[in-house]
């Protein structure tokens, strides 16, 4: 009231506190230091680890090709594109890419960004706002969630997958531009949406669909194309409803993203996107070592196969685990195959045990998937060998045993 009123502590000085909150509740994340070790292995804070956790599912972020081009790139263009792509940082390399990411997807056009996250948080607002509906399935990706926010229209969360309640949605809504947001592969359950059904209502209730494809990118659909391909919904079969979007530090190996579809609607989210326009564009130098990505990934038909085969042999070999456990595999016939454990601290457990054992798989927990559903997410890569899953399973069967052993009752 008066200025000789003890001063209020700051807010700032709660900050340490609130950390120890976290960390108490098992929530505390940590980066690991990590180097490359060759294969899908690498050194983990200087220990030599089998890991389990990349999206490079397709194991080309270490091809020496890429690696090749991004050289070459540099020497012709330098490092840094030094502007905003709507400036002067639209390179040549650039440019060509979008139109091969264009004709890699069977879509009209397409637009090239620097990330995936600014992708989903700068287009969503640019193609909806106030007064206008959004749809986003419960389990969507942290981005989708966070540029419906910023977009300030209204959103509607319909249960993850449950197509009745997002129709019953759809209908009751009186906005006139609704739009429709997804993951196609679910990031941490690993299932993919049904992508034909889920445009079929976007048709009946004139709504855009959004798509985002970063776990599909690469490895579903012919020669990699994507979910959407796989879909049948590319090429002379391609819908101006659908927005396809995927990110290019996953299967492609490299960074940053991607959004395609319907010409106009491009040159829309190039007009409108702030994340876009007042940011510098990406660097021509991973433009060509994705263009190099693109040429690899449509002759990878070797490396899917051999991916299919590694997620099969998991899949089968986690299906002789101990029922009384109450581990749940989640059903998933992609890469991201999800081991549900349950507790956060039940998670940590799992993956510290088997740290101990040189893998590194990574517990995923709240607020990344729903309270009680802590899983190990196990993530195969074409850069895995059949030893390597084999590894995996022995030193799972263990964790088990031991977690049996330990339990009450
Ligand atoms: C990884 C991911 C993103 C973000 O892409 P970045 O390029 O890493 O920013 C977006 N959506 C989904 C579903 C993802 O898994």
Not at 70 to 97: I, M, Y
Not at 258 to 280: C, H, M, N, P, S
Request: net charge neutral; proline share 6%; hydrophobic share 45%.
């Amino acid at each position: 009231m008066t200025s000789s009123t003890a001063p209020q502590p700051s807010w700032l000085d709660e900050i340490p506190a609130r950390l120890a909150d976290i960390e108490r509740a098992h929530l505390l994340r940590r980066r690991r230091v990590v180097e490359p070790a060759g294969g899908a292995r690498l050194w983990v804070d200087g220990q030599p680890m089998l890991a389990f956790c990349s999206n490079d599912y397709l194991g080309l972020a270490s091809h020496p090709d890429l690696a090749e081009a991004a050289r070459e790139a540099t020497h012709r263009f330098g490092v840094g594109a030094g502007g905003s792509p709507l400036v002067s940082g639209h390179s040549a390399a650039n440019d060509a890419l979008e139109h091969e990411l264009a004709a890699y997807v069977q879509l009209p056009r397409a637009l090239y960004f620097y990330a995936g996250y600014a992708t989903n948080t700068g287009i969503i607002p640019a193609l909806v706002g106030e007064g206008d509906a959004l749809f986003s399935d419960a389990l969507n990706h942290a981005c989708l969630i966070d540029g419906a926010r910023l977009s300030r229209a209204t959103i509607h969360r319909y249960p993850h997958a449950d197509l009745a309640a997002l129709e019953a949605q759809l209908a009751a809504s009186p906005a006139r531009r609704k739009l429709v947001i997804s993951d196609a592969v679910f990031s941490m359950d690993g299932d993919l949406i049904d992508i034909p059904a889920l445009l079929a209502l976007c048709e009946r209730h004139d709504a855009l669909l959004l798509l985002d494809d970063a776990h599909g990118f690469g490895v579903l659909g012919p020669e990699g194309r994507g979910s959407l391909a796989q879909a049948g919904l590319t090429g002379a079969t391609a819908s101006r409803r659908v927005l396809y979007m995927a990110t290019l530090g996953k299967a492609a190996g490299v960074a940053g993203a991607f959004v395609a579809g319907d010409t106009a609607l491009i040159e829309w989210l190039l007009q409108k996107t702030r994340t876009y326009i007042f940011a510098t564009a990406a660097p021509p130098l991973l433009a060509s070592a994705l263009r190099q990505s693109l040429q690899l990934m449509a002759a990878a038909d070797d490396r899917r196969a051999h991916l299919g085969r590694l997620i099969a042999q998991l899949r089968q070999g986690l299906a002789t685990l101990p029922a009384q456990l109450g581990w749940h595999l989640l059903p998933s016939h992609t890469p991201v195959q999800a081991l549900v454990i349950g507790s956060n601290e039940a998670a940590l457990a799992v993956m510290e045990s088997l740290r101990l054992q040189g893998l590194w798989v990574p517990a995923i927990r709240p607020p990344t998937v729903p309270v009680g559903t802590a899983r190990l997410r196990i993530a195969l890569s074409a850069a895995h060998t059949e030893a390597d899953v084999d590894q995996l399973l022995v030193a799972l069967e263990r964790c088990a045993q031991h977690a049996l052993t330990r339990a009450p009752g």
